[in-house]
């Protein structure tokens, strides 16, 4: 069956950085398109990039650009969100995501905690 498995959120202080990694199974990973959302504490979720099949398209939101990196390695069935210059509103759960032929599938989600 599908699964994506996030991992690498942790506590960190404004303006350092983290790197999330989305480990995916049970589908053909160089077959699609991935994407990382995030959802705050009462607030809906939200995309915060997405990467081509073949990595040669990203995008990202505007709360995104210039400080976070979507790229994935498809040799290891892997996406990966790198994450500059954290401020506290980027605070959330982070989850991986991946819309396939028969379904819309999400990651258990890593928590990001952004303080000093």
């Known amino acids: 069956q599908v699964q994506l498995v996030e991992s690498g959120g942790g506590l960190v202080q404004p303006g350092g950085s983290l790197r999330l990694s989305c480990a995916a199974s049970?589908?053909?990973?160089?077959?699609?398109?991935m994407r990382w959302y995030r959802q705050a504490p009462g607030k809906e979720r939200e995309l915060v990039a997405a990467?081509?099949?073949?990595?040669?398209?990203?995008n990202y939101a505007d709360s995104a650009k210039g400080r976070f990196t979507i790229s994935r390695d498809n040799a290891r069935n892997t996406v990966y969100l790198q994450m500059n210059s954290l401020k506290p509103e980027d605070t959330a759960v982070y989850y991986c995501?991946?819309?396939?032929?028969?379904?819309?599938?999400w990651g258990q989600g890593t928590q990001v905690t952004v303080s000093s």
């Open positions: 049970g589908f053909i990973f160089s077959n699609y398109a």
């Open positions: 995501n991946a819309r396939i032929v028969w379904g819309n599938y």
């Open positions: 990467i081509a099949s073949d990595g040669g398209t990203t």
